[in-house]
């Protein structure tokens, strides 16, 4: 009997195919999209959990919006808007007593109370570039999605930078705030207050940041990214908070060595650091380490890596977890005990050119995950009690 070997092959692949989609749907159906907030104005660049169940999100033209989510069918529209940055936002951090703190392009960080009252409202278009796109085309564009907002000034500006802030971190009880910029300098806040208490320096611009929980260290990545080696620098270092100084360099170890990272984060007990490769990396280069504060020891190398590079990484509540985003537009949660992967969120849509999850956030009671899309959206799945 003669087989057909081309026919064994054309079954085998789909059979294959199929056994690959069942093994993993499982996860997939644990962590289901639960909200899909749209807004295409420009990507959005940040996002951060105000409570359980209030987001906030910023993106590259300096706008602020702030949704409260329900479990009722239906996407929620947002309440407010934060007015007064002129320039990517870079980080949203919210604070132990419920402030939101953003860091921007336009050299200034802001303070806001959300429940203070509104100055006004005004009317928004969510799908304001999708409008655009179709109107230069000559197009007839889709019905304006619009929603009615209730508009707010920041309640402190604090401008001691002069450039980009890229890193801004908080500590544990949120009575120290630190943030870098891309000319180096690192400035160290008191809390509430907004006082300026020190400044540091590094070489190069200050791209990944991130304080120890109580404050004692501080884990810098910066970079100066030439397109000639001659000149470029990539550093990783621990750094004293008391008093500025390098505890540990980590960056002579050949382990870190020669990598940029993009994000930095503390477990929530501050035994263990996270640090994502990041900036244009080749293949499945973007990936997450996991060090030891203590020692500078690497613990383990969380693989596969992002597709192109990581973008952000950030804890569980329960420690027990991370999540990192990447430019391969997927969301990743690793198991922080054996380092492997536990679940994979989002739908990969073909690297780095298109349009990355920016930028991730967990809710306080650890329910949610929030992914700031370059696409224009804020993507939010459920985690599940925990």
């Known amino acids: 009997m003669k087989v057909d070997m081309k026919l064994i092959r054309g079954l085998i692949l789909p059979i294959f195919v199929l056994l690959l989609h069942v093994t993993q749907a499982p996860a997939q159906q644990k962590a289901p999209l639960s909200w899909t907030l749209g807004w295409d104005a420009d990507w959005v660049t940040a996002v951060s959990?105000?409570?359980n169940q209030?987001?906030?999100?910023?993106?590259?033209?300096?706008?602020?919006?702030?949704?409260?989510?329900?479990?009722?069918?239906?996407?929620?529209?947002?309440?407010?808007?934060?007015?007064?940055?002129?320039?990517?936002?870079?980080?949203?951090?919210?604070?132990?007593d419920g402030l939101l703190i953003s860091a921007s392009n336009d050299h200034t960080i802001r303070i806001w109370d959300t429940g203070k009252p509104a100055k006004g409202s005004d009317t928004i278009v969510l799908n304001d570039s999708a409008r655009r796109d179709k109107l230069e085309r000559k197009q007839k564009p889709p019905v304006a999605v619009e929603a009615k907002v209730q508009v707010i000034d920041a309640s402190r500006v604090l401008s001691g930078h002069k450039d980009w802030i890229l890193g801004l971190s908080l500590t544990k009880d949120g009575k120290t705030l630190v943030s870098g910029d891309n000319k180096g300098e690192i400035i160290v806040w008191d809390m509430p207050d907004a006082r300026e208490k020190r400044r540091l320096k590094t070489k190069?611009?200050?791209?990944?940041?991130?304080?120890?929980?109580?404050?004692?260290?501080?884990?810098?990545?910066?970079?100066?990214?030439?397109?000639?080696?001659?000149?470029?620098?990539?550093?990783?270092?621990?750094?004293?908070?008391?008093?500025?100084?390098?505890?540990?360099?980590l960056s002579k170890d050949k382990d870190f060595a020669k990598h940029m990272y993009a994000?930095?984060?503390?477990?929530?007990d501050g035994k263990i650091a996270a640090v994502a490769r990041g900036g244009e990396v080749d293949g499945l280069n973007g990936k997450v380490t996991l060090l030891d504060p203590a020692t500078g020891k690497k613990i383990r190398e969380l693989t596969p890596g992002h597709l192109n590079g990581a973008t952000d990484v950030v804890f569980h509540p329960d420690g027990k977890h991370l999540f990192s985003s990447g430019r391969d537009t997927t969301v990743r949660m690793w198991k922080v005990d054996d380092g492997k992967l536990a679940r994979e969120f989002g739908q990969p849509r073909g690297g780095q050119f298109k349009d990355w999850i920016h930028a991730v956030a967990v809710s306080p009671d650890g329910r949610w995950l929030a992914g700031a899309d370059m696409a224009g959206a804020v993507r939010i799945w459920s985690l599940g009690s925990r």
């Open 49 to 51: 959990f105000l409570d």
């Open 54 to 96: 209030r987001i906030a999100a910023g993106n590259k033209l300096g706008q602020i919006l702030v949704w409260k989510l329900s479990e009722k069918m239906g996407e929620p529209a947002p309440s407010l808007r934060l007015d007064g940055h002129s320039n990517t936002i870079n980080r949203l951090l919210t604070s132990p």
């Open 204 to 249: 190069g611009w200050v791209w990944a940041m991130a304080v120890s929980p109580r404050g004692e260290s501080l884990l810098i990545a910066d970079r100066i990214h030439l397109v000639f080696d001659s000149g470029r620098h990539a550093g990783l270092q621990l750094l004293d908070m008391k008093t500025g100084g390098v505890q540990r360099d």
């Open 263 to 268: 994000a930095a984060a503390f477990s929530p």
